[in-house]
T-cell receptor
Framework: AQSVTQLDSQVPVFEEAPVELRCNYS??????LFWYVQYPNQGLQLLLK??????LVKGINGFEAEFNKSQTSFHLRKPSVHISDTAEYFC???????????FGKGTRLHILP | DAMVIQNPRYQVTQFGKPVTLSCSQTLNHNVMYWYQQKSSQAPKLLFHYYDKDFNNEADTPDNFQSRRPNTSFCFLDIRSPGLGDAAMYLC?????????????FGDGTRLSIL
């Protein structure tokens, strides 16, 4: 069965600094990968997804992620964060065998002024 | 705008008193999901409908039921809420039951148990 690991439960970063949120997955078959963002008291919103093709995926709000098959990683990056990026970020994986998405435990991004 | 709408946003009920949460969608998606999310945790899938086909997760308590009377609406019924059922409940939809389809979420209903 597939699984997702987000090693960092919280990441503090200064405003306008770059950030990387780490995500590793395990699966014995080809996977689809997603990053979702959850702002306080809201549902999850899709940031970006990797289905196939180019390993560098660009999403909304200036975020991007890179699929690395050899390292089974899909880390999320942003070159310069803003206070409005304060949220919980969830990495998720699904594969061809299943119609469900497995979510990681989430990483809370704290933007410091 | 097409969207997923959950009502109410906040629900308070008494221990053991049945409660129903509702979800509607204007996306005309075939699949609807219910998730339970406790504080600082990942969403946990309770069940999903592919059209009218109901799919229950193995570890979803019997206390939780769901109804989907038509494409647009889906309900979560908690027959006898316990203190451990206090959580955010998220409804989501996807166009098809395929693993490459992203899910579209409502803003959730936060359930409190007195």
């Amino acid at each position: 069965a597939q699984s997702v690991t987000q090693l960092d439960s919280q990441v503090p970063v200064f405003e306008e600094a770059p950030v990387e949120l780490r995500c590793n997955y395990s699966s014995s078959v080809s996977v689809y990968l997603f990053w979702y963002v959850q702002y306080p008291n809201q549902g999850l919103q899709l940031l970006l997804k990797y289905l196939s093709g180019s390993t560098l995926v660009k999403g909304i709000n200036g975020f991007e992620a890179e699929f690395n098959k050899s390292q089974t990683s899909f880390h999320l990056r942003k070159p310069s964060v803003h206070i409005s990026d304060t949220a919980e970020y969830f990495c998720a994986v699904s594969d061809l065998r299943d119609d469900k998405i497995i979510f990681g435990k989430g990483t809370r991004l704290h933007i410091l002024p | 705008d097409a969207m997923v709408i959950q009502n109410p946003r906040y629900q308070v009920t008494q221990f053991g008193k049945p409660v129903t949460l509702s979800c509607s969608q204007t996306l005309n998606h075939n699949v609807m999901y219910w998730y339970q999310q406790k504080s600082s945790q990942a969403p946990k899938l309770l069940f999903h409908y592919y059209d009218k086909d109901f799919n229950n997760e193995a570890d979803t308590p019997d206390n939780f039921q769901s109804r989907r009377p038509n494409t647009s609406f889906c309900f979560l019924d908690i027959r006898s809420p316990g203190l451990g059922d206090a959580a955010m409940y998220l409804c989501a939809t996807s166009r098809a039951a395929q693993s490459n389809q992203p899910q579209h979420f409502g803003d959730g209903t936060r359930l409190s148990i007195l």
